[in-house]
């Protein structure tokens, strides 16, 4: 499984535009990204998966270059309750682990 | 529907003991983990059934780490003469056919946060 990079912790205010990035530069071929979010007390929510270019959905979008070697999560409009950490994966289908590294605590400011 | 619960929610233990925590996946999942999240760190792989096959066991701390899953339904993690470094959060999951990183969400319950006194 490819190994990512991605910030300990970043800090914003509400009704701001946040963008996490990750660092994955032994991304394979057939690897994917994929990011997962927790909050306190709860387990990991899947929030978004790509391949290339850009994927949307109701709560992210996830932006990702053509030589794929970094992706960023971004996060419109955030909220007091889009605290929590954030958690950037890679790995193809054949993989059943998920390896979470420590992921980028986000806390929102009001 | 319901998602994946976990019991105990909380469990205190004193040195020695043995504890068993429970996971209750979405019915109908075919692949289990377990994970062990200590504080402020991301979750720890211990290991993966599909149905009631352990397929990978390679996480298990130790020899005093057991899980099981007979029916292919609920699994159980245990714990034999607990230690302090075993405090830590339990957290289970679920995935609805063959787990994988790519294009297959895996389910996540609460947790148990186990502390070893």
């Known amino acids: 499984l490819a190994k990512t990079t991605q910030p300990i912790s970043m800090d914003s205010y509400e009704g701001q535009e946040v963008n996490i990035t990750c660092s994955h530069n032994?991304?394979?071929?057939?690897?994917?990204i994929t990011w997962y979010q927790q909050f306190p007390s709860q387990g990991p929510r899947f929030i978004i998966q790509g391949y290339k270019t850009k994927v949307t959905n109701e709560v992210a979008s996830l932006f990702i270059p053509a030589d794929r070697k970094s992706s960023t999560l971004s996060l419109p409009r955030v909220s007091l309750s889009d605290t929590a950490v954030y958690y950037c994966l890679v790995g193809d289908n054949r993989d059943d682990k998920i390896i979470f590294g420590k992921g980028t605590r986000l806390h929102i400011l009001p | 529907g319901a998602g994946v619960s976990q019991s105990p929610r909380y469990k205190v233990a004193k040195r020695g003991q043995d504890v068993a925590l429970r996971c209750d996946p979405i019915?109908?999942?075919?692949?289990l983990f377990w994970y062990q999240q200590a504080l402020g760190q991301g979750p720890e792989f211990l290991t993966y059934f599909q149905n009631e096959a352990q397929l990978d066991k390679s996480g298990l701390p130790s020899d005093r780490f057991f899980a099981e899953r007979p029916e292919g339904s609920v699994s159980t993690l245990k714990i034999q003469r607990t230690q302090q470094e075993d405090s830590a959060v339990y957290l289970c999951?679920?995935?609805?056919?063959?787990?994988?990183?790519?294009?297959?969400?895996?389910?996540f319950g609460p947790g148990t946060r186990l502390l070893v006194l």
């Open positions: 999951a679920s995935s609805l056919e063959w787990a994988r990183v790519a294009g297959e969400t895996q389910y």
């Open positions: 019915s109908g999942h075919v692949s």
């Open positions: 032994n991304i394979a071929t057939n690897d994917y």
